[in-house]
Nanobody, 128 residues
Framework: QLQLVESGGGLVQPGGSLRLSCAASGFALAHYAVGWFRQAPGQEREGVLCISGSGTTTIYTDSVKGRFAISRHNDGNTVNLQIDSLQPEDTAVYFC?????????????????????WGRGTQVTVSS
């Protein structure tokens, strides 16, 4: 079964850090670009950033520049999202998704149908 599973979310104080993981099973994640998305309560899901098969990062949300870093670990078949200097507005469910077309990220986050496998998400809550 082809699937992605996110982990690493939790409750953290403002200014804190978290490391989210996206683990793939049933296929080699190294062959695909992977996007990270988030959905805050009452809001639409938004694209955050993407990592290509070669490791190039594309950022879709300006507010995460300098605070979010994405990396891939092909041996472990995972993509990680390091989040530093967390702010209350980062509170959301975070999802990873496989780019349908292959190993290149889109210039923009695109449509949900541009991604063919989605994880169920991991909750990140930033609160004092």
């Amino acid at each position: 079964q082809l699937q992605l599973v996110e982990s690493g979310g939790g409750l953290v104080q403002p200014g804190g850090s978290l490391r989210l993981s996206c683990a793939a099973s049933g296929f080699a994640l190294a062959h695909y670009a992977v996007g990270w998305f988030r959905q805050a309560p009452g809001q639409e899901r938004e694209g955050v950033l993407c990592i290509s098969g070669s490791g190039t990062t594309t950022i879709y949300t300006d507010s995460v520049k300098g605070r979010f870093a994405i990396s891939r670990h092909n041996d472990g078949n995972t993509v990680n999202l390091q989040i530093d200097s967390l702010q209350p507005e980062d509170t959301a469910v975070y999802f990873c998704a496989r780019v349908r077309s292959g190993h290149v990220c889109y210039d923009g986050p695109g449509k949900e149908s541009d991604y063919d496998i989605w994880g169920r998400g991991t909750q990140v809550t930033v609160s004092s």
